[in-house]
């Protein structure tokens, strides 16, 4: 017999084809746990959770008092240590769950449709970037054991300047948040300690690509030193030195998996 996750797995193709119809495509989106716990699948409007240890589907409860997501969910991600998990999409919503219980504590409405959800490494902060390019931070309310504020509203970072961002990732360490976008190019920001009040600061831009940028991810080694790998459009995976910004290695994929050192 099937799998509860391969049999959602492929249930999730089917649908995906159905929400995208005539309009724009809408892919599913897939991330696993970092601890092996569980895997997220969302397609269309819709987020499930499997249970991998269980062996079984989660059921997903939401005491924010806001609305459950209505429109393509463009983002999800999970916390560094696995404690939270965020959504975001086309209905301009972002929710941050607790994975213990798998609970929605908080909904954010934003402004504009979101395109790209992190959560600091601490899980003391959710950013999201919007169709307009800019990133937004706001305040994990249950961090603390309290419940969030009504005036716990998202404060504007910085900006690409009206180009959607594809990707955001935090760096192993937390002090870096790197953002790429449809305009080739992927910047990597100085996280300040205390971000609402902080003027982040531009570390780098990684400059290469010659189509659009879809995703990007840090890689992390037991020694403490990391890289940045990054993806897109012009069919190549690079390799980054994120602090400098220089390009170490390009591997290019139409070519038969021809790799052309940088």
């Not at 600091?120 to 249950?142: C, H, N, P, Q, R």
């Not at 005036?151 to 961002?165: A, E, R």
């Amino acid at each position: 017999p099937r799998s509860p996750l391969l049999a959602a797995m492929e249930d999730a193709a089917v649908e995906e084809a159905e929400v995208s119809g005539a309009g724009e495509f809408a892919p599913a989106l897939v991330a696993a746990h970092p601890l092996g716990n569980s895997v997220a699948v969302a397609v269309g409007p819709e987020l499930r959770v499997f249970d991998l240890k269980g062996g079984c589907a989660v059921s997903l409860s939401d005491d924010s008092g806001g609305c459950s997501h209505s429109d393509a969910i463009r983002a999800i991600s999970f916390s560094a240590d696995g404690a939270l998990f965020a959504s975001a999409g086309d209905d301009k919503l972002v929710k941050i769950w607790k994975t213990d219980s798998w609970r929605c504590i908080q909904t954010i409405t934003s402004e504009k449709r979101v395109s790209a959800v992190a959560i600091s490494k601490d899980g003391l902060y959710v950013t999201f970037a919007d169709k307009f390019g800019v990133i937004w931070l706001v305040t994990v309310g249950e961090h603390g054991g309290g419940q969030v504020s009504s005036d716990n509203k998202p404060v504007s970072l910085y900006g690409h300047y009206c180009s959607i961002i594809t990707s955001m990732k935090f760096s192993p360490d937390g002090r870096f948040i790197a953002t790429a976008d449809r305009d080739f190019k992927i910047r990597v920001t100085s996280f300040p300690k205390n971000p609402i009040k902080g003027a982040p600061e531009i570390q780098s831009f990684c400059l290469g690509h010659t189509e659009f940028v879809s995703s990007i991810a840090f890689t992390s080694h037991s020694g403490g030193s990391s890289f940045l790998l990054s993806g897109g459009g012009d069919s190549s995976v690079r390799l980054w030195d994120y602090i400098t910004g220089c390009l170490l290695d390009t591997y290019e994929v139409k070519d038969k998996g021809g790799r052309t050192a940088k």
